[in-house]
């Protein structure tokens, strides 16, 4: 009974083997094609997950309540398989940059998507640290993966040893958290954990869990590994990171914080606040004077990041909700900017923001996609981060009647999306007016990654304008966290 759980992470972690050994059968000018497999399989996935008839459609307990399948789980899992189907598309066009290894490169995001499934499913603390070792493992050699780059080995050694660093504060404070309840399980530490709200041990406990989730989403003030990370990784990692990896990271989060010890959660309020203004500021001053468009979207990564910690700090369930209806919006987003990122700079030694002048010409097709991105980032209507933001800053205000501090942080939210708007149309400036473009020749487009682009437009769009089917989602997810 307990393997039915979990069907979908099993074909998952198949699917990342059969990956990994066609590379001996398959032809190296044919290896390319093997994402496409991966994206069939797992939208198929997808598919069956909506037929409620298949993995994910019995709800439940599994290993003793270490495994949970609720609504929560299905919404991040749907969330984790579209991002792994277009970070493979991805891929693909990256290939050939990539001198070896393209089928285990492959096969190792898969492995990464695995260890995220496992993660919106964790409701014990063994089941947590697992699925987010199993994510920073698989990361640490897909950043590294171009070794032939000196940048991209840099980064692997950063992202290495800090990610070591919080995972080993992690533990700590999931050792120190049993060592005073002598419990791992999330509801059972939900009965007993407002008998230690006194006891030091237990909330530096709580404290460390949270550092070890914090540098998962790049919050402040463990934010610090992004920009080098995001630059030196190959750029379908640095789409995967910035999506797969953050949501994960705010799954967790959210049952950690709502499942597990919601008390301590209502002690820690004014922390919370804090963190999430200083990170939207962080964020976004440091990225104006940016010049390379992957260590931009590192900065700008950190600043949505605190974002989304509005809809952690409002402590309600439409904050919550709005939480998830961001991240999907962001998902589309970030994923349209990096395509484009992918194919203009295919044959430059670096990705800076001049590469993109000239776009409109060579591409307008590209032009506009990015255009479309940098606008739904900085939160203009009608685009997905306009109604995203509206709906954190919406749950934020309601709070400001119990606690002024919140009036604050949504001011400061406000003042980081003005501050936004200097470098995401720093960005269409360069398309569009910019002359230093050295090169006009155009952009060759595949019919996949037409079809990746023409998805996440749709998705940009559709968010946008008709918002209604994803919020509904997010709020029958959100229940799951006893709201």
């Given at each position: 009974m307990n393997a039915s759980f979990i069907t979908l992470e099993l074909c998952v972690i198949a699917l990342g083997i059969v990956l990994m050994l066609a590379d001996f059968w398959m032809p190296v000018e044919r290896k390319k094609y093997l994402a496409y497999l991966g994206v069939v399989v797992l939208g198929g996935l997808i598919f069956i997950s909506f037929s409620g008839d298949g993995v994910c459609s019995v709800f439940g307990t599994a290993f003793h309540g270490a495994f949970i399948e609720d609504g929560l789980a299905l919404f991040f899992k749907r969330f984790f398989l579209v991002a792994a189907i277009l970070v493979l598309f991805l891929a693909a066009e990256f290939s050939d940059r990539i001198s070896a290894g393209i089928s285990e490169y492959y096969s190792l995001v898969v492995f990464a998507l695995a260890g995220m499934l496992f993660a919106a499913s964790a409701n014990d603390f063994a089941m947590l640290f697992v699925s987010i070792e199993l994510i920073t493992i698989t990361f640490y050699v897909l950043v590294s993966f171009q070794k032939h780059r000196l940048v991209s080995l840099e980064a692997a050694v950063k992202y290495l040893i800090l990610g070591a660093l919080s995972s080993a504060f992690m533990v700590f404070g999931i050792a120190l958290v049993w060592g005073t309840t002598g419990k791992l399980n999330f509801n059972d530490l939900a009965q007993i954990s407002a008998q230690f709200l006194d006891n030091k041990i237990f909330l530096i406990?709580?404290?460390?869990?949270?550092?070890?989730?914090?540098?998962?989403?790049?919050?402040?003030?463990?934010?610090?590994?992004?920009?080098?990370?995001?630059?030196?990784?190959?750029?379908?990692?640095?789409?995967?990171?910035?999506?797969?990896?953050?949501?994960?990271?705010?799954?967790?989060?959210?049952?950690?914080?709502?499942?597990?010890?919601?008390?301590?959660?209502?002690?820690?309020?004014?922390?919370?606040?804090?963190?999430?203004?200083?990170?939207?500021?962080?964020?976004?001053?440091?990225?104006?004077?940016?010049?390379?468009?992957?260590?931009?979207?590192?900065?700008?990564?950190?600043?949505?990041?605190?974002?989304?910690?509005?809809?952690?700090?409002?402590?309600?369930?439409?904050?919550?909700?709005?939480?998830?209806?961001?991240?999907?919006?962001?998902?589309?987003?970030?994923?349209?900017?990096?395509?484009?990122?992918?194919?203009?700079?295919?044959?430059?030694?670096?990705?800076?923001?001049?590469?993109?002048?000239?776009?409109?010409?060579?591409?307008?097709?590209?032009?506009?996609?990015?255009?479309?991105?940098?606008?739904?980032?900085?939160?203009?209507?009608?685009?997905?981060?306009?109604?995203?933001?509206?709906?954190?800053?919406?749950?934020?205000?309601?709070?400001?009647?119990?606690?002024?501090?919140?009036?604050?942080?949504?001011?400061?939210?406000?003042?980081?999306?003005?501050?936004?708007?200097?470098?995401?149309?720093?960005?269409?400036?360069?398309?569009?007016?910019?002359?230093?473009?050295?090169?006009?020749?155009?952009?060759?487009?595949?019919?996949?990654?037409?079809?990746?682009?023409?998805?996440?437009?749709?998705?940009?769009?559709?968010?946008?304008?008709?918002?209604?089917?994803?919020?509904?989602?997010?709020?029958?997810?959100?229940?799951?966290?006893?709201?």
């Open positions: 406990g709580v404290l460390f869990v949270l550092v070890g989730l914090g540098f998962k989403i790049a919050a402040f003030p463990f934010q610090i590994w992004a920009p080098d990370v995001y630059q030196g990784a190959p750029t379908p990692t640095t789409a995967f990171l910035a999506i797969g990896s953050k949501a994960a990271g705010f799954v967790l989060l959210l049952r950690v914080l709502f499942v597990a010890f919601p008390e301590v959660t209502k002690h820690w309020t004014c922390l919370l606040i804090t963190i999430s203004a200083i990170t939207i500021l962080y964020g976004n001053l440091c990225a104006l004077p940016q010049r390379n468009l992957k260590r931009l979207m590192g900065y700008s990564s950190i600043a949505h990041a605190g974002y989304l910690l509005l809809g952690v700090a409002a402590l309600s369930a439409s904050g919550q909700a709005a939480l998830l209806y961001y991240l999907a919006g962001y998902l589309f987003t970030v994923i349209a900017a990096f395509t484009v990122i992918v194919l203009v700079a295919r044959h430059l030694a670096d990705e800076d923001i001049s590469a993109l002048a000239g776009l409109n010409q060579r591409s307008p097709l590209l032009a506009a996609t990015m255009t479309i991105a940098m606008v739904s980032l900085a939160g203009i209507p009608p685009l997905a981060g306009f109604f995203g933001k509206f709906l954190l800053l919406k749950a934020v205000i309601e709070q400001g009647a119990t606690n002024h501090a919140y009036y604050w942080l949504a001011f400061i939210a406000l003042a980081g999306v003005v501050i936004s708007l200097y470098y995401y149309f720093g960005v269409i400036r360069a398309i569009y007016w910019s002359k230093d473009a050295a090169d006009l020749s155009p952009i060759k487009l595949s019919g996949a990654a037409k079809f990746s682009i023409g998805i996440c437009l749709a998705g940009i769009f559709w968010l946008g304008l008709f918002p209604n089917t994803v919020l509904n989602l997010a709020n029958e997810a959100v229940k799951a966290l006893g709201n």
